[in-house]
């Protein structure tokens, strides 16, 4: 994997490409992210990479977080990213200061951040089950039905099917192009859309 950058989204909106086609995307403020911490195979077993996004007083820190940045004396963050890294990490330095400007254009990434949380649902909204009959003095509607054996197991296995949370879980949508990049403004336009809603923490990672 490669380093990545934290970022929010913004929105969503319509842009036409030159060739009159009109695409749909997803505008994203994306850093300055600051290296915090770098990890390696002889002290920690692996080389890695952390990175820290969103500026916040020092008072909503506590100590142990206030502690490990002070260390490196890094101004307080709100958000820190870790990032395993396969190639080499000489040439990164904690304190560094990590922009867009090392993604371009038409380049394909990986974005990952928590979906829209939907509350409770049932089986046909969380798990596209179908409804039973809806005549002929039918009740079973929308009921689960069967949902494990009697006597043997005697209990619902795990990871059965069934009404509960949807959404609000930790997604990654793979290999989003690049549209457009702004440098001066940190904006970052991406073809398609992006986990959550406006003003959610994403990961955007170079795709392998």
């Known amino acids: 994997m490669s380093i990545g950058l934290l970022g929010n989204k913004i929105g969503m ?5 030159r060739s009159g086609e009109l695409i749909p995307v997803t505008i994203l403020r994306v850093g300055p992210c600051v290296i915090t911490q770098i ?3 002889l002290k920690d077993g692996y080389n890695s990479i952390q990175v820290g996004y969103g500026k916040v007083p020092s008072n909503l820190l506590n100590q142990s977080q206030l502690g490990h940045l002070q260390k490196s004396d890094i101004q307080p963050l709100k958000h820190l990213k870790e990032f395993r890294m396969n190639e080499k990490i000489e040439e990164f330095k904690v304190g560094q200061i990590i922009t867009i400007d090392s993604f371009s254009i038409g ?11 939907k509350g409770f649902s049932g089986l046909q909204k969380r798990h596209n089950f179908t409804r039973g009959p809806l005549t002929h ?6 009921a689960p039905g069967s949902i494990g054996m009697g006597t043997t197991p005697g209990r619902v296995l795990p990871g059965k099917r069934m009404a ?3 959404g609000n879980k930790q997604t990654t ?6 549209v457009l990049i702004n ?7 991406i073809k398609g859309s992006v986990p959550g809603k406006p003003g959610n923490l994403l990961s955007i990672v170079p795709s392998e």
């Open 39 to 41: 990890k390696n195979v």
């Open 13 to 17: 909106t319509e842009i036409y490409e």
């Open 107 to 117: 380049q394909f990434v990986n974005i990952s951040g928590k979906s829209i949380g």
């Open 164 to 166: 509960g949370q949807l």
């Open 183 to 189: 440098s001066d403004e940190n904006i970052l336009i």
């Open 137 to 142: 003095g039918s009740k079973n509607h929308k």
């Open 173 to 178: 949508i793979k290999k989003l192009k690049i």
